[in-house]
């Protein structure tokens, strides 16, 4: 899991980095949404536990305390290094990555799918993303956690990964299949996945428009 200040800030860890075809979670949390401190807290281990099957990235924040401007205060300790949030920043993601797609920010801790770029000119690819809104989900009942969704999550994102790599043609992940099983592992209560999907303020796609 890296701190970034932005999307840019994506684009560079993902073309300095050294996996090869991976799934990347962005994680929206704020400092200011409701149970943000033990969510944050769980920073730390999904750093050391997604390291070999996919990047992670909290947009809004930094390993370092950024310019007075910013308004940074330190939320996070991870790798041995504190974590500055600033609700700048954040915002500032928001509108780029509203900006280059459909998507529109919830509000509350929301988790994005998608894949990394195949060509030259995006380290992105966002043709297929999928969204979560993880405090409606577990309102719904859909999940119980997002502890338990963001380790589904990973689990399921190097399944998929391991299952393409044996293809050698393979170019795309499913971020679908990816959000599928999660959900379907992360669930309370046995629930018809294909009723839970059809929630668009729960889960949205490439091609939804939040309502």
């Not at 990235?57 to 790798?79: I, N």
């Not at 393409?164 to 018809?192: D, M």
Request: glycine content about 6%; aromatic content about 10%; proline content about 4%.
């Amino acid at each position: 899991m890296e701190a970034v200040s932005n999307l840019e800030g994506i684009e560079a860890a993902e073309k300095s980095g050294q996996l090869d075809q991976h799934a990347i979670l962005i994680v929206l949390i704020k400092p200011s949404d409701a149970n943000s401190k033990e969510l944050i807290s769980q920073f730390n281990y999904y750093h050391f536990a997604a390291k070999s099957s996919c990047s992670i990235y909290a947009p809004g924040y930094s390993v370092e305390p950024l310019p007075p401007k910013y308004g940074s205060q330190k939320t996070a300790r991870v790798d041995g290094n504190d974590w500055y949030y600033s609700d700048q920043c954040f915002a500032e993601f928001v509108d780029q990555l509203g900006n280059r797609t459909k998507w529109q920010y919830c509000g509350e801790p929301e988790i994005l799918i998608l894949q990394s770029g195949m060509g030259a000119h995006s380290a992105l690819n966002f043709s297929n993303y999928v969204s979560l809104d993880i405090m409606k989900g577990i309102r719904e009942g859909y999940i119980d956690s997002f502890q338990r969704i963001m380790q589904e999550l990973i689990n399921a994102a190097r399944t998929e990964v391991e299952a393409k790599s044996v293809l050698s043609q393979a170019t795309r992940l499913s971020n679908f299949e990816i959000a599928k099983v999660a959900i379907e592992s992360a669930s309370p209560i046995p629930q018809a996945i294909k009723d839970i999907l059809k929630d668009r303020l729960f889960y949205r796609s490439a091609t939804t428009r939040r309502r």
